[in-house]
C-alpha cells in the first residue's frame, strides 16, 4: 500500500508512524495510506524551516524569481500527472483538475515578478536634507493549512508569494487528497529552492494545533469551513500572528428578467454542479427575480436531467462523486430536510448509480424550487450539486437576500441593464461580484476573499494583497552627519 508522508529537507520523511486511509472516491476503495504526523514529526519541520530561513531571505528577489521561473516550467511540463493526483484523489473531472492547477499556476507567474512587487517607496527630503524610504521584509515562517477541494489550488494561492517574499513555508494539506502537495514540492526543489524552505507537513487537528501556538510561525493562513477558519483566526490572533482565514460560503446567481436566459441557465448549470458543487465559488442559490421563475427552473432541470454524472476516468464525465461517504450522506440529508421543510424537489440525485461504481460516493444533479430564506438549505452551506431556487419579486428583494445572508464569498448577476449591475456591484457586501459571469474568481493579480463569514482576517490571497500580508512593511527615516545641527531637538521637527 502506498504511503503519503511528510516532505522535509527536501526529501520525503516521517518519524511517527500513525496512518489513517486515503480513498478513491469513485470507487469508495483504499488507495493509500496518509501520516498523521505527531509531535515529533512537527518539530523537525520547524528544525528545517528555521534552518533554511536566514539564507533564503537574504537571497536576492531576482535570484527566487530564476526559481519560480523554473518551477513554472515544471508545473506545465507535470500538469497531466499532477492533475491526475487531483481527480484520482478528490474525484472532480480531469479537465477541471488540469485548470484548477492552471489557476495555480498563475500565482507562481505571478510571483515570478518579485523584485518589481517588493519595490519600497522612496521620498527625497520628508524633512531639511532628510530622506525615507519603505521596504517589506520577509515574516519568516509562514504556514498554510488547506482544503480538500483544491488539493493544488488553494496551497499556490499561498506558498509561491510567501517563498517569493523570502519566507519559508511550511504546507499542511487535507488528509483526504495529500499526494498532490508532495509532487508539488518535489517539482520546487528540482527547480532549485534550497532544501527546506517549502517543506509539507501532513496531518489532522494535532499538527494544526501545534502549527497555531508555535513561536516559531509567523503566519497563519487558511482555507476550508467556516467554524474551523473562525477557530484558526481566533487561536493564531491570541497567539499574536498575522492570520489571514477563508470560510465557507453560500453563493448567489441573480437572474434579472431581462437576463440572458440561455446565458444564466449555462452559468448555473457550470457553477453549481460543476466539480459536484464541492468549490467555495459554486452557485448554491439561484435568485429568480419576477417572471423569468419558470422559464428559469424549466431550463435548468432539462440541462440538469442531461449532465453525464462518471468518475473522472470517463472523458464525457461533466461531474464526479463527491469526496466521502459521510460527505454524500451529509448531502442526503440536507436533501430530505428540503423536502420536510417544504421546498419543492425538482430533481432529485439521490440513489444515483453507476454500474461498477456502486460503492463510489456519486450523487446526481438536485434542483429545488420554492426554496425560503428560513429553510436550513438555504442558510447552511451544502457544499454538493445541489441548487436551491429563491423566487423574489423584484432586483431590490434580491440585493437584500444577498446582502442578509451571513457568508460574502461570491455572487453574480445576469442582465442586461447597466445601472442595475453598475447598483448590484456598488451595493452587494460580498468580496467578488460577477455580471454575467457565474464564477467571479479573481486572477493570480487581482485578489481572492470574501466578506462576513467567508473571511476572518484582513488580507485576501495572492495578488498584492499577498504580498502585503507575507511581508512587514518598514520605514527608514534618514539623515548624514554633516546635516545635522548640534544639540538636541526637544520639539517634534516638522520640516
Ligand atoms: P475543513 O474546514 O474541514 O478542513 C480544512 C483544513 O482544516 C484541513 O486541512 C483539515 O485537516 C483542517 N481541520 C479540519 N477540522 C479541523 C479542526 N477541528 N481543527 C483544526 N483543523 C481542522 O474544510 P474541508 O472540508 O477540507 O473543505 C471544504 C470547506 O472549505 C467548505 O466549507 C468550503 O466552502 C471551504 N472553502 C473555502 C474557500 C474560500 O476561498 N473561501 C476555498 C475552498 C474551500
Redesign the pocket.
Same mark, same amino acid.
Given at each position: 500500500m502506498n504511503k503519503i508522508v511528510n516532505y522535509v529537507n527536501g526529501k520525503k520523511n516521517n518519524i511517527s508512524e500513525k496512518f489513517i486511509s486515503v480513498y478513491n472516491p469513485s470507487t469508495g476503495e483504499e488507495i493509500s495510506k496518509v501520516l498523521l504526523s505527531q509531535k515529533e514529526d512537527f518539530e523537525d519541520v520547524i528544525k528545517s524551516s528555521k534552518d533554511s530561513q536566514a539564507s533564503w531571505s537574504n537571497t536576492t528577489p531576482l535570484k527566487r524569481s530564476r526559481i519560480l521561473s523554473n518551477y513554472k516550467n515544471l508545473i506545465e511540463k507535470n500538469l497531466e500527472e499532477l492533475a491526475t493526483l487531483v481527480s484520482t484523489e478528490h474525484g472532480k473531472t480531469l479537465d477541471d483538475a488540469k485548470g484548477s492547477v492552471t489557476r495555480g499556476l498563475e500565482v507562481v507567474e505571478f510571483a515570478c515578478g518579485i523584485p518589481h512587487l517588493l519595490k519600497g517607496e522612496f521620498s527625497q527630503n520628508v524633512g531639511s536634507n532628510i530622506d525615507s524610504w519603505s521596504v517589506r521584509q520577509p515574516l519568516g515562517i509562514s504556514a498554510g493549512?488547506?482544503?480538500?477541494?483544491?488539493p493544488a489550488m488553494?496551497p499556490m494561492?499561498m506558498y509561491p508569494i510567501s517563498i517569493a517574499c523570502g519566507n519559508s513555508f511550511i504546507l499542511?494539506?487535507? !488528509?483526504?487528497d495529500p499526494s498532490c502537495s508532495i509532487k508539488l514540492a518535489e517539482l520546487f526543489t528540482e527547480a532549485g529552492l534550497p532544501d527546506g524552505v517549502f517543506n509539507v507537513i501532513q496531518?489532522?487537528?494535532t499538527?494544526?494545533?501545534l502549527i497555531?501556538n508555535s513561536n516559531d510561525i509567523s503566519s497563519v493562513s487558511?482555507?476550508?469551513?467556516?467554524?474551523?477558519?473562525k477557530?484558526?483566526y481566533e487561536t493564531s490572533a491570541k497567539n499574536g500572528k498575522r492570520v489571514q482565514a477563508?470560510?465557507?460560503?453560500k453563493n448567489h446567481l441573480v437572474v434579472m428578467p431581462d437576463a440572458n436566459l440561455s446565458q444564466a441557465v449555462d452559468g448555473i448549470i457550470g457553477a453549481g454542479y460543476g466539480s459536484a458543487g !464541492?468549490?467555495?465559488?459554486?452557485v448554491s442559490v439561484a435568485v429568480a427575480v419576477g417572471e423569468i421563475a419558470d422559464e428559469l427552473v424549466e431550463n435548468i432541470k432539462n440541462k440538469a436531467s442531461k449532465l453525464k454524472v462518471a468518475p473522472w476516468t470517463d472523458k464525457d464525465s461533466d461531474m464526479g462523486p463527491v469526496?466521502s461517504k459521510e460527505?454524500k450522506e451529509k448531502i442526503e440529508n440536507y436533501i430530505s430536510i428540503g423536502i420536510q421543510e417544504g421546498a419543492k424537489l425538482i430533481e432529485d440525485g439521490r440513489n444515483y448509480n453507476i454500474q461498477g461504481y456502486e460503492n463510489g460516493y456519486f450523487l446526481g444533479p438536485t434542483l429545488f424550487d420554492n426554496v425560503t430564506k428560513e429553510m436550513t438549505i438555504y442558510k447552511e !452551506?451544502i457544499?454538493g450539486p445541489v441548487v436551491s431556487v429563491v423566487r423574489v419579486k423584484n432586483y431590490e428583494e434580491a440585493l437584500s437576500l444577498v446582502n442578509d445572508h451571513p457568508y460574502g464569498?461570491g455572487t453574480s448577476i445576469y442582465t442586461s441593464d447597466g445601472e442595475v449591475s453598475r447598483n448590484f456591484t456598488t451595493n452587494t457586501e460580498i468580496g467578488m461580484v460577477g455580471v454575467n459571469v457565474p464564477i467571479p474568481v479573481p486572477m493570480a493579480f487581482h485578489s481572492?476573499?470574501?466578506w462576513k463569514q467567508?473571511?476572518f482576517g484582513d488580507h485576501a490571497?495572492h495578488g498584492m494583497e499577498g504580498i502585503h500580508f507575507y511581508t512587514k512593511l518598514k520605514t527608514v527615516t534618514s539623515r548624514w552627519p554633516k546635516s545635522i545641527k548640534s544639540g538636541p531637538e526637544f520639539v517634534l521637527p516638522t520640516n
Open positions: 493549512i488547506t482544503p480538500f477541494n483544491f488553494v494561492w499542511k494539506p487535507s !488528509e483526504k496531518g489532522d487537528k499538527i494544526v494545533d497555531l487558511f482555507v476550508g469551513s467556516t467554524p474551523v477558519a477557530y484558526i477563508l470560510g465557507g460560503a !464541492e468549490r467555495c465559488m459554486a469526496i460527505h !452551506e457544499f464569498n481572492f476573499g470574501g467567508s473571511l490571497m
